[in-house]
């Protein structure tokens, strides 16, 4: 299985540096000679017990050739007496358990080690699980090049109206692969006909010649160039790590032949090259030893292709405990594959869309008919006319001509389920400040919770459901107002576009305290002299009222009016009841429910707060501090 011999290069571990430090076992397992390697682990069990590490070797000996009941069992036993077990081992345990047991028996055993895996990788988990099991046909149809051969041949990359791709074919020029049993790998062009066949292969005679590994390339038409990962050596000698090993470095060569290395260390393995022209990033796959599990994608930032910055990870979002591979972006979504546990088995193809923020979506798994039960991966598409796009990636699944094959499709829309994603951060509308654990909520047509999220300390979030037509999105918190918008169709689209700021008011915002009493904070305003006519100060007051009930709908509000002392008791009296009956009227008419409203209320001069009481001269502005309305809220305390 070339693909597997591809990420497992790194690598050869020389018998002249090992031999008094490794068994037989160990040394044929690190050439990759896996089925010899499990027969002499048998051998060396019977003479002595084999460490932790020669017993992981053998179950990742039984993996690599599909033997997953024995590998299940192997690293089922090695968890059970070592809980430690890294996650990358645990991500084959579950891939062994799936292949043998079923999903449903991976759920169980997930339930074990669920505190161990970001959270990221969780929701992508339950999102891909969820969508998997709706799915039972294929949405895609493929069919095989003809240029394949049956040898391995993968990864696939535009050329202009030519495909370039990996082969270990024996009829090109470089020599056996001891592991694989095959033609060390090479670079391949072949013409692509408008039914999206692939004909007339010959070798891509622009790269050096090397005699060994060449493969994985990428064309970048902005610079003219190719990038594509090649053995590390020196002439005719490969170069080694102290640690005996030999890696795959990533270099790239122009029209003209002028050729450079980009990233290359003697203990690390790079893969999978994809420029970025609009951004300058230049994304691959690499074994860096912090990664998340075995094989992470970065980028590094470059000018014109020369590298300017440190590998960046993708993160948790794109990366896992198993091996992600060939990054390709296309209408701003990221393409890759991966094995990690919850695809459908071995490598299968994701799609992740790409926020304004630079973050990324749930990954998606494409389904059925570009993912199998195989290995899928090294997906590219591209537009091709007005209606339809070309695609192709490789996969070692039955019915193609030899081990890995490259695979064709045309599809008018891109692949994979259509999701809604929204990212943004839950705010207080009176400060502008982030709410932290506020609960966000999608719902369907028919109100039914979809899915719900949660906000970080500073209000962040982020939310993902597949499509549909009606969808409705909420926010909220104890003490806080309510966020409620429907969206349809393309206003759907519309909304994912950038970052989606959800604002919410506190309670707490709008009240304060007067007079032993919780009323809604509102400026004083003042009515006509001897009227009960709302003015427009008054009522742009009122409207505050009007938008807190709406936001609050469960509030419980006495209207009470008071008067200064000037005319008589009765007057006064009266006048206050009229002027709270108008505010009632007015709060009524703008939306306000009577069942909010539970009285109005009239206190003339029975409550003055200052020594302005009948019969005392006062100035008119102390007479002024007596005249107040207050909407009192009689369940503040009541209001979760």
Known sequence: MNLRVLIAILLITTLSTAQDKTSKGDVLFFEYAYKDAIKQYQLEMRKSK?????????????????????????????????????????????????????????????????????????????????????????????????????????????????????????????????????????????????????????????????????ATPYFSKELNSVFYIL?????????????????????????????????????????????????????????????????????????????????????????????EIAPYIFDNSLYFSSDIFYGLGGMDIYRSNIRANQSFSIPVNLGLGVNSGFDDFGFIIRNEGLKEMLGYFSSNRPGGKGNDDIYSFKVAEKPGLKTFALTGKVTNLSNNNGIPKAQIQLLNEQGEIINEAYANEDGDYRIEIPFQNVITIKATKDRHSVYSVTYRDDELEKAQQGMFNLGIKSLDDLIEQKEDHTVMKLKKFYFSKGSSVITPEVAAELDKVVDAVNKFPELQLSIETYTDSRGSDTYNLKLSQDRSEVIKKYLIQNGVSIVNIVSAKGYGEEKITNNCTNGVFCLDMLHKQNERSFIVILNYDKLL
């Open 231 to 323: 053995s590390n050596s020196d002439g005719d000698e490969l170069s080694f790590s102290k640690n005996g090993k030999n890696a795959l470095s990533l270099a790239m060569v122009d029209q003209n032949g002028a050729f450079r290395f980009l990233l290359r260390d003697l203990s690390t393995s790079f893969y999978y090259p994809f420029f970025e022209a609009s951004s300058g990033k230049l994304f691959f796959a690499a074994n860096f030893p912090d990664g998340y599990g075995g094989t992470d994608i970065y980028f590094v930032y470059t000018n014109n292709g020369q590298i300017m910055s440190s590998p960046i990870n993708l993160g948790p979002r794109i990366n896992t405990a198993g091996n």
């Open 50 to 214: 084999l460490s932790n590490q020669q017993y992981l070797n053998l179950a990742d000996a039984y993996f690599k050739t599909e033997g997953f009941g024995k590998s299940a069992e192997i690293y089922l036993d090695i968890f059970k007496r070592d809980t430690t077990m890294s996650n990358s081992y645990f991500n084959k345990m579950l891939q062994s358990m799936a292949k043998t047991e079923g999903r449903a028996r991976v759920s169980t055993f997930l339930e074990t080690r669920k505190k161990a895996f970001p959270m990221e990788v969780l929701e992508n988990y339950d999102f891909n699980r969820e969508l998997l099991k709706t799915q039972t046909e294929s949405a895609v149809d493929v069919f095989t090049i003809r240029t394949n051969s049956a040898q391995a041949d993968f990864s696939p990359a535009f050329y202009d109206d030519r495909l370039l791709f990996t082969s270990a074919r024996y009829e090109t020029i470089k020599e056996k692969y001891a592991p694989s049993g095959e033609s060390y790998m090479d670079i391949l062009i072949g013409r692509i006909e408008k039914d999206g066949d692939v004909l007339v292969s010959t070798s891509f005679d622009i790269i050096p010649e090397n005699i060994y590994h060449e």
